[in-house]
């Protein structure tokens, strides 16, 4: 059982629980509550209270598209200005 806590798919899919958890609870709010301020706020909960590891986005294999998602998030920013 032990190996499972130690499975970076395991981190991905607790951290893509939380997002989802926002994005639903953004949408059932119609965004009075935003998503990402759930996200922020149970992020900080969760490490604050050591349910989450310090590093769980490099244990969940993330990190390393840092570098991805700013080109991905500036081409996205482009093109809803048009």
């Given amino acids: 059982m032990e190996e499972i806590f130690q499975n970076s798919y ?3 899919f ?3 629980l939380v ?3 926002g994005d639903v609870l953004g949408v059932l ?3 009075k509550v935003s998503s990402v301020f759930v996200v922020m706020l149970t ?3 969760l490490f604050m ?3 989450f590891p310090a590093d769980i986005i490099d244990q969940a294999g993330l ?3 840092a570098d991805m998602a700013v080109g ?4 996205h920013m482009g093109t809803t200005l048009i």
């Fill in 19 to 21: 997002y989802g958890i």
């Fill in 63 to 65: 990190s390393s598209m």
């Fill in 10 to 12: 395991f981190y991905f």
């Fill in 49 to 51: 209270t050591g349910v």
């Fill in 43 to 45: 992020f900080l909960i």
């Fill in 29 to 31: 709010t119609k965004a």
């Fill in 72 to 75: 991905m998030l500036i081409f």
């Fill in 14 to 16: 607790l951290v893509m």
